[in-house]
């Protein structure tokens, strides 16, 4: 007659797992644990481009210069609910003046059926970039946040964000 | 689904010319990517809004384009600068030709 009292111990151990994993999520600390989203940030090299979509749009909008890490932030939750509403933050520190602002902003998801999420278009109308949005996920991918100013230059940041329930379909 | 393409401007209550502010959208809208099922095991056909254009006045401030990557029921917020007193307008059109448009009033504080 231990199968009951087995049972318990376990409903507990994993409740006590839960209001840990609440904690760590409340604070923003602790990677240890299973998390339906993790955020990961590049080392020194870039991410490598993972496939001929991606390579198309960077092709299609970037003609091969060169992609400046900085200046732009990408920023996601360590924690979300599942890949259909993926909370996107982006921020930059570039001007937004008539002689120069941030023209396109491109935000790519590697491993999307469609990696070009969205594109920005602006003038300088616009306030400093401080973007939000929702976006679907597909998997596990790197996230490419990629400002382009009216001169020319191009910054990036990169996030990899982890995820177990499809968004795409 | 009636509500389709209803679409809400947030901008603060009080504005003071000069002000950067924060415009907030919202639209209701599936944004099917056309790859899901429903109960019945048909597929949904992709229905999204791929095309979204922002007036402040009569200038064109914004394009952005959409996929079906973004979420049901779009968000988006971005900073304005709010220099005069116009109406601010956020039109969509999705993969089957629909159209749709919300109006905020942008106005400055009279006090």
Known sequence: MSEPIERRNFLRAVGLLGAVAALEGATGAGRTLPAMLRVTRPGPDDPPIPNEAVQKIYDERFQNRPIQRGKVTLDMPTMAEDGRYVPVIIESELPMSAEEYVKHLYLIVDHNPDPLVTAFHFTPALGPVNLQTRIKMKRTSWIRAIAETSTGALWADYLKVETTLNGCG | ?111
Do not use: C
Request: charged content about 25%; proline content about 5%; cysteine-free.
């Open chain 2, 1 to 111: 689904m009636p509500e389709t393409g209803r679409t809400k401007i947030v901008v603060p209550d009080r504005i003071q010319r000069g002000d950067t502010i924060r415009v907030q959208v919202l639209v209701q809208h599936p944004m099917d990517t056309g790859f899901f099922r429903d109960a019945n095991a048909n597929i949904i056909p992709a229905w999204f809004i791929k095309d979204v254009v922002v007036r402040y006045g009569d200038q064109e401030i914004a394009t952005f384009e959409w996929t079906s990557g973004i979420s049901r029921d779009p968000m988006v917020s971005f900073q304005l600068k709010a220099d005069r007193e116009a109406p601010l307008s956020f039109v969509t059109r999705d993969n089957r030709g629909n159209e749709f448009s919300g109006t905020a009033e942008i106005k400055f504080a009279t006090t």
